[in-house]
């Protein structure tokens, strides 16, 4: 077993009296390729700051290659790109001088990386040269993901990259983060409700739920065990199915069951009355975290 | 070669079948058919991956399986190609074990719809004429 990138243990945040981490524990293995998913408001960005030391927890540990987040060494945060949900931040600047300002901070900056995706991505002289406040909600994503891909990081932190993008600049992202990043063995933890997109890029899912991670996995394994099992409640209220998420009766009797232990329910599946669906992600996101 | 590997395979995300998955039945749906014969070459996993837009784990993971079941042989050198094998010389039980996810879908909803097991197979004879 290889040792986690991220090692986070007991991670707390309360906001007045809402608590948004509870008590999270949550491993980042080397090379994976992590969706993380939950309702809006359930606490994604604030787990990810935690994670990055950008915010600091009420309780846990957070640990970064090893070191506390706190006080991490300017070695392993060169280590690290972030592309946060909405950045702010250098408005007045233009793409350029931002650009040249960052690369000053890094030991390592792929220039080539960084021209050849200006240009693919649109930004010609003239917009490298606008005030970045001046810039179109899209446009400013897409720089603030050259930015972070800028230094070749090794874990790649991101949160709602393509919030602001079109289908084209969603797929143009998917592509480059494929070609330029997901095949350099880069670990990468990304926030999305974009479940298409993450049913390309992304091997493991987590599901934040009530402050912790209520369910995690290969996405191939949770699609291939997640069953819906509908029967009547003479034949099912008396049984306990393995990797129960979610047991409902409704007003006629009928008991709905969602599970993630999709194996061995094929006999039940013979039983008159019962039926045993299979569930796409987004089901699965519905079941899950509502 | 992206564009060759766009149009040979499509796949929906959305589904309850994992992308992976869909990969290996289209591929062993091409050889069944002779849309691909034994000793042609596959599209690399990058290619692929780049094509479609996937991690290109999920695609060398479809390969991989596809190779274990003598579907697909790998080159000498790189790449992938049809197995010697497969194809022509796949046998009926084979290619009928390709339409079994289909049936079991139909074979779900005539049992929501309560249907007797000779109304079902009576009609499925009935549309095989149909189509003939």
């Given amino acids: 077993m290889t040792t986690a990138i991220i090692q986070s243990a007991g991670l707390g945040k309360h906001f007045g009296s809402a608590t948004i981490l509870d008590g999270l524990d949550w491993q980042i293995a080397p090379g994976q390729v992590v969706g993380l998913l939950g309702r809006n408001g359930a606490g994604k960005s604030t787990l990810l700051e935690c994670l990055l030391g950008l915010r600091e927890p009420d309780a846990g540990v957070v640990r970064i290659y090893g070191e506390d987040v706190g006080q991490l060494s300017d070695a392993t945060r060169a280590r690290i790109g972030y592309v946060p949900q909405k950045s702010d931040l250098f408005e007045w600047m233009t793409p350029r001088q931002m650009l040249g300002y960052f690369k000053a901070f890094y030991p390592r900056w792929n220039n080539a990386k960084v021209d050849n995706l200006l240009l693919r991505w649109g930004f010609d002289k003239l917009m490298q040269d606008k005030p970045i406040s001046k810039l179109s909600g899209g446009e400013q994503q897409r720089l603030s993901i050259i930015r972070a891909l800028a230094h070749d990081p090794e874990l790649l932190v991101l949160d709602e990259p393509v919030s602001a993008l079109d289908p084209v600049g969603r797929r143009e992202f998917l592509r480059e983060l494929i070609d330029g990043v997901i095949e350099r063995g880069t670990t990468v933890v990304f926030s999305t409700h974009i479940l298409s997109d993450l049913e390309r890029v992304a091997l493991d899912l987590a599901f934040l739920k009530d402050g912790k991670i209520a369910l995690q996995g290969r996405l191939d394994d949770l699609l291939e065990g997640a069953r819906r099992v509908v029967g009547p409640a003479s034949l099912l209220d008396g049984k306990r199915l393995a990797g129960e998420l979610r047991r409902q009766r409704a007003q006629d009797g009928t008991v709905s069951i969602v599970t993630h232990g999709g194996a061995g329910l094929a006999l039940l599946g013979q039983e008159a009355g019962v039926r045993v669906e299979p569930l796409s992600l987004e089901d699965l996101f519905i079941e899950v975290t509502q | ?132």
């Avoid at chain 2, 290619?47 to 290109?56: F, T, Y």
């Avoid at chain 2, 499925?124 to 149909?130: G, R």
């Fill in chain 2, 1 to 132: 070669m992206t564009n060759h590997a766009a149009h040979l395979f499509a796949i929906s995300t959305g589904s309850s079948e994992p992308i992976y998955r869909q990969l290996v039945d289209q591929v062993k749906r091409l050889v069944a058919a002779g849309q691909m014969a034994p000793g042609d070459g596959l599209p690399s996993v990058r290619d692929v991956a780049q094509a479609l837009a996937l991690n290109p784990m999920t695609v060398s993971k479809a390969y991989s399986l596809l190779e274990m079941e003598g579907v697909l042989a790998r080159r000498r050198g790189m790449g992938m190609e049809v197995a010697a094998r497969a194809g022509a010389a796949q046998g009926a039980q084979e290619r009928a074990a390709l339409l079994r996810p289909t049936l079991e879908r139909a074979a779900m909803e005539a049992r929501q719809l309560e249907l007797d097991s000779d109304t079902v197979v009576s009609l499925f004879i009935q549309i095989l004429k149909e189509q003939a």
